[in-house]
Every structure is written in structure tokens, then in C-alpha cells.
Nanobody, 119 residues
Framework: VQLQASGGGLVQAGGSLRLSCAASGSILRVNAGGWYRQAPGKQRELVALITSGGSTNYADSVKGRFTISRDDRKNTVYLQMNSLKPEDTAVYYC??????????????WGQGTQVTVSS
């Protein structure tokens, strides 16, 4: 099983980026999915979560600017980031709880994708 994160890059403050996290391999479906970020010298922090039913939860710092969503046909979780600020600069990681073909549920991390917001 692999989680492939993509979509990071360099953007000016006020700009937008869309991150994708695609799960592949021996999976039936993705249950909950989430995005985390880690800035230099700081601990990894939760950015947004989405449950299997579509309920969402956001860090206070991104509420109203970021939107997490999912496409179950593609086993993919997205993070739309608008009105980006320099303090959003970090490596962003996706995490997902997936149900494997043999009905075991297991959590996985994707590789990080760098988001840099210039002022």
C-alpha cells in the first residue's frame, strides 16, 4: 500500500494550492484521511481531517481557508489551500486509515510535499 502525496510548491502569499493524496495497492477503501504539516524546528501538527462519512475537522489556524475533501472512486484525499500565508510554509504529510483487501484496517503515511509561501 502506498500513499502518494503531490501538489506542493512555491506560491505567493494570498495564493492557492491543491494537495492530493492517492492511496494505491491492495486496498478496498480509504476510511478517515488527514493532512498534517511540519515546519522547520516545530512539531508535526494536524491541519485537517475527514471521516469516512465526510465529516471534517480543521486546525483553528486554517479554518475558512483550507478545505479537505475526498473522492472515494479514486481513493484520494485532497486539501484545497486558499489565502495562503507565509506561516503555512511547511512539509505537508497525508495520513489515511485504509481497509485492506483482506478486511484489515491499517494506517499509512504518505511522503511529505513541500509548501512554501513567500511574502
Amino acid at each position: 500500500v502506498q500513499l502518494q502525496a503531490s501538489g506542493g510548491g512555491l506560491v505567493q502569499a494570498g495564493g492557492s494550492l491543491r494537495l492530493s493524496c492517492a492511496a494505491s495497492g491492495s486496498i478496498l477503501r480509504v476510511n478517515a484521511g488527514g493532512w498534517y504539516r511540519q515546519a522547520p524546528g516545530k512539531q508535526r501538527e494536524l491541519v485537517a481531517l475527514i471521516t469516512s462519512g465526510g465529516s471534517t475537522n480543521y486546525a483553528d489556524s486554517v479554518k475558512g481557508r483550507f478545505t479537505i475533501s475526498r473522492d472515494d472512486r479514486k481513493n484520494t484525499v485532497y486539501l484545497q489551500m486558499n489565502s495562503l500565508k507565509p506561516e503555512d510554509t511547511a512539509v505537508y504529510y497525508c495520513n489515511a486509515d485504509v481497509v485492506l483487501l483482506w478486511a484489515e484496517a491499517k494506517g499509512y503515511w504518505g511522503q511529505g510535499t513541500q509548501v512554501t509561501v513567500s511574502s
